[in-house]
C-alpha cells in the first residue's frame, strides 16, 4: 500500500510538471501596456506624417481646389480621368520606369564589381571607398547645379572636348532628347553608386571566410569563387537594395527639377510624375490636381511594392521568422 501511494505522490507530481504554466492575467497587460507605451509614439507620428496626409490628400484630390480655404469645387474623379488622358503624365510614368529599369541595370552590376575590388587587400582602398562614397552625401542641389553648368551648350564638357580636338562629339547634353536620359542616368549613377557599394560591401563582410578556403582548396579560381558563394550569398542584399533603388526611381524628383527645370524637363524626355505634380499642381496653383497627382504616385510606388515584397522578397522576410510562427508560416 505505501508502494501504491507512493507511484500516486510521483505521477501527481509528473502531471503537475508537465501541466503548462499559465501566466496571470496581470502580467499580459503589463506587457501589453509596455508594448503601447514604447511603440505608442512612433504609431502617432507615423498615423500624423503619413497616413493622415495621403488621407487628406485623397479628399483634396476630388475636388477643384486653389490651395486657399476649405475646397467647394467637388469635381469627383475628372481629376484622374483628366489626368490619365494626358500624354504628359503618362509619358512621365514611363520615363520613370525607364529610370527604375536602366538603374538596377547600371548600378548593380557597377557596385557588385567594385565591392569585390574594394573588398580585397589593396593599397588605398580606404581612401577608394571614401571617394566612392562622397557623392551619396553631398546634397542634391550642389550635384544638380554642377552638372547642369557642366552639360550646358557653352559648359565645361563641350569646351574640354573641343580643346582636346573632339569638337565632333559636342552635343546638347541636357535638351536633346535622345541623349537628355542618358545623361540624367549617368548623374544618378555619379551620385548614388557609392551607397550602393556601401551595401554590398558590408554583405560581403557577412560571408564565412571558411566558405572561400574551403574553394581555394578544391581550386576553384577567384570568379568561379565569386560566381558560386559570393552571388548566391550577397542575394538577399541586392534585392534590398534594388527595392530601395526602385521606390527612390519612382520617386525622383529633385536632381531633375535642377538641371532641367519645370518646363524643359518635358520636352527633354526626362520628366517624371513628381515633377509633373510639381507643375501641374503647385505652379499651375491648382492644388486639387496636384494632390491627385500625388495620390496615384503613392498607389503606384505601393503596388510596385507589394508586388516586390511578395515575389521578390518573399523568401527573405520568411527566412527571418523563427520558432512556432515561422514553422506555422512555411506549412
Given at each position: 500500500m505505501e508502494s501504491s501511494a507512493s507511484e500516486k505522490s510521483t505521477r501527481t507530481g509528473a502531471d503537475r510538471t508537465s501541466a503548462p504554466v499559465r501566466r496571470p492575467p496581470r502580467a499580459d497587460w503589463r506587457k501589453r501596456g509596455e508594448i503601447a507605451l514604447l511603440s505608442g509614439p512612433a504609431l502617432l507620428v507615423f498615423l500624423g506624417f503619413v497616413i493622415f496626409p495621403v488621407m487628406m490628400a485623397a479628399f483634396y484630390g476630388f475636388f477643384k481646389w486653389n490651395g486657399f480655404g476649405w475646397p467647394t469645387e467637388f469635381v469627383g474623379l475628372d481629376n484622374y480621368v483628366l489626368m490619365l488622358q494626358d500624354q504628359t503624365f503618362r509619358d512621365a510614368v514611363a520615363h520613370n520606369?525607364?529610370?527604375?529599369?536602366?538603374?538596377?541595370?547600371?548600378?548593380?552590376?557597377?557596385?557588385?564589381?567594385?565591392?569585390?575590388?574594394?573588398?580585397?587587400?589593396?593599397?588605398?582602398?580606404?581612401?577608394?571607398?571614401?571617394?566612392?562614397?562622397?557623392?551619396?552625401?553631398?546634397?542634391?542641389v550642389v550635384v544638380g547645379t554642377g552638372w547642369s553648368l557642366m552639360l550646358q551648350d557653352a559648359g565645361a564638357l563641350n569646351s574640354l572636348l573641343e580643346k582636346w580636338g573632339l569638337g565632333a562629339l559636342q552635343n546638347s547634353w541636357i535638351a536633346d532628347p535622345s541623349i537628355a536620359i542618358w545623361s540624367l542616368m549617368i548623374i544618378i549613377t555619379w551620385k548614388y553608386i557609392g551607397f550602393a557599394v556601401i551595401l554590398m560591401l558590408a554583405g560581403m563582410q557577412?560571408?564565412?571566410?571558411?566558405?572561400?578556403?574551403?574553394?581555394?582548396?578544391?581550386?576553384?579560381?577567384?570568379?568561379?569563387?565569386?560566381?558560386?558563394?559570393?552571388?548566391?550569398?550577397?542575394?538577399?542584399?541586392?534585392?534590398?537594395?534594388?527595392?530601395?533603388?526602385?521606390?527612390?526611381?519612382?520617386?525622383?524628383?529633385?536632381?531633375?527639377?535642377?538641371?532641367?527645370?519645370?518646363?524643359?524637363?518635358?520636352?527633354?524626355?526626362?520628366?517624371?510624375?513628381?515633377?509633373?505634380?510639381?507643375?501641374?499642381?503647385?505652379?499651375?496653383?491648382?492644388?486639387?490636381?496636384?494632390?491627385?497627382?500625388?495620390?496615384?504616385?503613392?498607389?503606384?510606388?505601393?503596388?510596385?511594392?507589394?508586388?516586390?515584397?511578395?515575389?521578390v522578397l518573399r523568401r527573405d522576410t520568411e527566412g527571418a521568422l523563427t520558432g512556432d510562427s515561422g514553422k506555422a508560416r512555411r506549412r
Open positions: 520606369f525607364a529610370i527604375v529599369v536602366l538603374s538596377l541595370v547600371m548600378q548593380g552590376p557597377i557596385a557588385i564589381l567594385f565591392a569585390l575590388l574594394l573588398n580585397q587587400k589593396i593599397r588605398g582602398r580606404s581612401l577608394i571607398r571614401v571617394l566612392i562614397f562622397t557623392p551619396y552625401v553631398i546634397a542634391e557577412s560571408i564565412p571566410e571558411e566558405l572561400y578556403e574551403a574553394a581555394a582548396i578544391d581550386g576553384a579560381g577567384f570568379w568561379k569563387t565569386q560566381w558560386s558563394i559570393t552571388l548566391p550569398l550577397l542575394g538577399p542584399t541586392i534585392r534590398i537594395w534594388a527595392f530601395l533603388s526602385v521606390i527612390g526611381s519612382l520617386q525622383l524628383f529633385d536632381l531633375v527639377n535642377i538641371i532641367w527645370g519645370q518646363y524643359i524637363a518635358a520636352t527633354a524626355g526626362t520628366s517624371t510624375m513628381a515633377t509633373y505634380m510639381y507643375q501641374n499642381g503647385h505652379l499651375a496653383g491648382n492644388y486639387g490636381y496636384g494632390n491627385a497627382v500625388a495620390v496615384m504616385l503613392f498607389l503606384i510606388s505601393l503596388v510596385v511594392a507589394l508586388v516586390y515584397q511578395r515575389f
